[in-house]
């Protein structure tokens, strides 16, 4: 079946760049989203990328994918203290019949450290 | 406007009780959905709604029931749970279900006694 891995912990210095990746193996994935979850909040839709591309920038945010290698990146530049938080990668096959199933990593825990 | 709204923010609950979690949003969505999670885990999918009919059940005890009375509101029955229930539940809304970005609500933290 579909799978999203993301390595669990990353931890930075405030003012460097930090960068969260992600593998995932359905390789009909048409949607690639990145969320943030700060302690006790909902998930906040980050930025998200189709397919058929292979960047997106954002202001700080800039997402790379790279489709061969089924492998996604979120470089956040100039990382903050307020960006500590829970990054969840997330994948969905856009297929009708898979009922918009978002296919989640395990969330990668950024810390910034002043 | 991409806001969902859930209600109430905290919920204690007995074993014994019935309540009921709210999400609503206006945004004329016509997908909507409701996730478990635990602390530091991915949100886990329960049911989802498309065009007020229940499309998706992922196996979810019938002690959870969701329904969608109109458009803009979904709602989550409670009753009889077990402390291991106790999660953030977290309400969800999409333009439509194929590929379509799902946007988050801020969840209700339930804790069952």
């Known amino acids: 079946g579909e799978d999203v891995e993301q390595s669990l912990f990353l931890s930075v210095r405030e003012g460097d760049s930090s960068v969260i990746n992600c593998t995932y193996t359905?390789?009909?994935?048409?949607?690639l989203y990145w969320y943030k979850q700060e302690p006790g909040a909902g998930l906040q839709l980050l930025t998200y990328?189709?397919?058929?591309?292979d960047m997106k920038q954002d202001q700080r945010l800039t997402v790379l994918l790279n489709k061969k290698d089924k492998h996604l990146s979120l470089r956040i530049a100039d990382t903050q203290t307020g960006d500590s938080a829970i990054y969840f990668c997330?994948?969905?096959?856009?297929?009708?019949?898979?009922?918009?199933?978002?296919?989640f990593g395990q969330g990668t825990e950024l810390s910034v450290k002043p | 406007d991409t806001e969902v709204t859930q209600t109430p923010k905290h919920l204690v609950m007995g074993m014994t009780n019935k309540k009921s979690l709210k999400c609503e949003q206006h945004?004329?969505?016509?997908?909507m959905y409701w996730y478990k999670q635990k602390a530091k885990k991915p949100p886990e999918l329960m049911f989802v709604?498309?065009?007020?009919?229940?499309?998706i059940n992922e196996s979810v005890p019938s002690r959870f029931s969701p329904e969608c009375p109109n458009s803009s509101l979904l709602n989550l029955h409670l009753h009889a749970l077990q402390p291991e229930d106790s999660a953030l539940y977290l309400c969800a809304s999409s333009r439509a279900l194929e590929g379509e970005t799902q946007y988050f609500g801020p969840g209700t933290r339930l804790l069952v006694l």
């Open positions: 997330a994948e969905s096959s856009g297929i009708y019949n898979q009922g918009g199933k978002l296919i």
């Open positions: 990328i189709f397919s058929n591309m």
């Open positions: 359905d390789s009909s994935s048409t949607y």
């Open positions: 709604y498309s065009y007020e009919k229940l499309s």
């Open positions: 945004m004329g969505h016509r997908a």
